[in-house]
Nanobody
């Protein structure tokens, strides 16, 4: 199984920034699209952003467009999520996972691997 290790979460005030990282085990990282997802307390896990296998295409949920940026470094088997202008509603556990295409990752059920531990982002007002 592919193992994913998310990091970079923490406590930040409204308007602040965080950069999340996800290191993916295995040799096939560059063959797959990658996505970020989040789950707030009492809510379903939802799609945040995805990126094509070569980084050529990215997708975002409307709630984060213009504030978050997804990127990847295939040489390091790592996908990033730069989060700016954070809002209290961004508070959640953030997860990464892989998929066949950036478009398919818009549905969390289409991920290819078991979910990791995630990293907690807390935005305070």
């Amino acid at each position: 199984q592919v193992r994913m290790e998310e990091s970079g979460g923490g406590l930040v005030q409204t308007g602040g920034s965080l950069r999340l990282s996800c290191v993916v085990g295995g040799r096939t990282f560059s063959n797959f699209a990658m996505g970020w997802f989040r789950q707030a307390p009492g809510k379903e896990r939802e799609f945040v952003a995805s990126i094509w296998f070569n980084g050529a295409d990215t997708l975002y949920t409307d709630a984060v467009k213009g504030r978050f940026t997804i990127s990847r470094d295939n040489a390091k088997n790592t996908v990033y999520l730069q989060m700016n202008s954070l809002k209290t509603e961004d508070t959640a556990v953030y997860y990464c996972n892989s998929g066949l295409t950036a478009e398919r990752l818009q549905q969390p059920d289409n991920v290819l691997n078991p979910w990791g531990q995630g990293t907690l982002v807390t935005v305070s007002s």
